[in-house]
């Protein structure tokens, strides 16, 4: 598997039961904390691994920091964070490189392993399945707030608590529960990443967008004007693949299309299933709700109702 679709990972057989999934994933600071950062960036890029139904292993550190003005201090609680979450997650990490540059990013590259006929794709959702969504939008508002220094420290510790939560649970369960299709909803927003999953099976998304969930106070900080200018150029981009006559406004939208770090995992599961994973979810203490579901194709890859 390699980019066509535009999976969360490429996959490599290396034999008829294993396969190689391999991703990397870089971010900028999304929060003021040095050792609460390295742990998002972990979380968000073991994420990948995980939609695609795979376990990481191994894990190699990117690093981008600009010694000349930042002390060593706040790179020793980067790497710290990070493997505090590798560790979490049983992944080995096996070495890494950095790059003294004038911005600041951190980021990992990482393999996981699968058996090449459990892999779970993000382009195989089918007709009839239902949508689960297993974070609440609203990381890149919330992120905003924070560089703006209007965010309310609920929301900051409700956002940081949602990007260090790793997708391990949800995908294990989804894999159990056998998903039909799968991806994590990141920097493209879940209309973004829906889109996708919709265009590469041939199908058409309705999402229904009182059922979708949103971290409290982010309402309110759109309604300040704490919108990354990411979420814009997402709404500019995949808007054209919305059903124009089905949607609210564009305001009403806008959480769509912002940019997530560390989201959730969007899954399709037949009906069934689909109950089966929200009645394990409950009892487990994963988070899930029901958002949508998939249709034959229609006129256009997207419906909001």
Known sequence: MGPETSDDAGVYRIGPDCALVE?????????????SFGRIAAANAVSDVYAMGARPVTAMNLVFFPACSVPAEVLREILAGGQSVLQECG???VGGHTVE??????????????????????????PGDLLILT????????????KGEMAPHNAVAEAIGWMTTLNRA????????????ATDVTGFGLIGHASEMAR???????LDLSSIPLMPGVVDLMS???????????????????HPTMFPDDTALLPLFDPQTSGGLLIALSEDDAGH?????????????QIGKVLKFQTHSLEVV
């Not at 991703?23 to 904390?33: G, H, K, R």
């Not at 590469?200 to 309705?206: D, K, P, S």
């Open 200 to 206: 590469g099976a041939g199908v058409t998304i309705r």
């Open 23 to 35: 991703t990397a994933d870089i971010i900028t600071p999304l929060v003021d904390d040095p050792f």
């Open 224 to 242: 300040d004007g704490m919108v990354p200018a990411g979420c814009y150029r997402n709404r500019d981009y995949y808007l054209p693949f919305v």
């Open 170 to 181: 949800a995908a294990e369960l989804m894999c159990r529960c056998n998903a039909g299709a």
């Open 135 to 146: 974070k609440p939008l609203g990381t890149g508002i919330i992120s905003t707030a924070i």
């Open 277 to 289: 994973f929200l009645a394990e979810a409950g009892s487990q203490g994963i988070f899930a709700r």
């Open 101 to 126: 540059d004038d911005e600041l990013k951190y980021g990992l590259s990482v393999t996981g392993l699968v058996e090449p006929d459990r892999i779970v794709r993000n382009s195989t959702a089918r």
């Open 91 to 93: 992944v080995c990490l």
